[in-house]
């Protein structure tokens, strides 16, 4: 259709790769940096393969028609960019970071026209050396400026999106640090109902099935709840959870030692009972000392 309409097939054919990939990009908010590889990837590689496939086509049917060119190219094209998509959905690709750098981002983007603009340069020069297929450097030239054009359009429409993402996630999270946290626990112990203040206590921990707080006198009180449940009614700002059973408080911690295998082991205030192991985990440790130096 390209061709008997007049307009360059291969031109198209990257406005349409083009047009494919960013759009699923932006729907999934995958990186700018992705996105310009997956472009490179999609259309310099469904080129070569569709001009392979189209001139074996020709030569089994003994016929050059620029139908095998366009189909074999589009066909390749398409299945480069699905595949690509599809294989870094599995790999859990990483999301758009919160501060978007502007410069960084369209460094990429030229970075990615710059080499599209060379390969598909050399590509054609090799090919009408090789008189596989003819071509100009002129058509290769205004094919990559359209390319440009339209891709620029198309990457301000992703920056808008990914500028509105963050304006969403920034409201959530000042949502959540707006979330009034809890100033007591109801611990029901017998027939008494015994209120402890949230800023009594120096640390939680499960044992078994069973969940405890512990003050800062000293006092060990059962709680009906679990440890994660606990740990989202309390402020992150003054409570770490340094391993998975237990919770601790800032100002409860008197000191904080390097254990072997990277762990550390704190050392409570005096008279705080330790009824738990208060070992940071490992895989919490990094965490924990950003956390404790604020």
Not at 11 to 16: C, D, E, F, K, Y
Not at 63 to 88: K, M, P, Q, Y
Not at 205 to 224: N, Q, W
């Amino acid at each position: 259709m390209c061709f008997f309409l007049g307009f360059p097939d291969a031109l198209i054919l990257t406005l349409l790769t083009m047009t494919m990939v960013v759009l699923i990009c932006l729907k999934k908010t995958l990186s700018v940096q992705f996105t310009a590889i997956t472009i490179i990837l999609a259309n310099v590689f469904g080129y070569i393969l569709g001009t392979l496939i189209a001139k074996f086509i020709s030569l089994f049917l003994a016929e050059d028609l620029v139908l095998h060119h366009s189909l074999a190219t589009f066909i390749t094209t398409e299945a480069l960019g699905w595949g690509l998509i599809l294989f870094i959905n599995k790999q859990n690709p990483q999301r758009v970071k919160k501060e978007v750098l502007w410069k960084e981002n369209i460094g990429w983007i030229i970075a990615a026209v710059a080499i599209v603009f060379m390969i598909r340069l050399a590509i054609d020069l090799i090919l009408s050396w090789a008189k596989i297929t003819p071509g100009t450097t002129t058509q290769t030239i205004a094919e990559v400026c359209a390319f440009c054009l339209v891709f620029l359009i198309f990457f301000a429409l992703y920056m808008r999106n990914q500028a509105e993402m963050e304006r969403i996630e920034e409201k959530f999270l000042q949502s959540q640090d707006n979330q009034p946290y809890k100033e007591k626990f109801i611990i029901h112990l017998n027939n008494r109902i015994v209120p402890v203040p949230v800023k009594d206590i120096a640390y939680c921990y499960a044992e078994t099935k069973s969940s405890y707080i512990v003050t800062r006198s000293g006092l060990r009180h059962p709680l009906d709840e679990s440890l994660d449940a606990i740990e989202g009614q309390l402020d992150p700002k003054r409570f770490f959870r340094i391993s998975r059973s237990c919770i601790i408080a800032s100002d409860a911690i008197s000191s904080v030692s390097k254990m072997a295998g990277s762990r550390l082991d704190i050392t409570l205030i005096e008279g705080i009972q330790n009824f738990s192991d208060l070992t940071v985990s490992r895989a919490r440790v990094s965490s924990f000392l950003e956390w404790f130096e604020k």
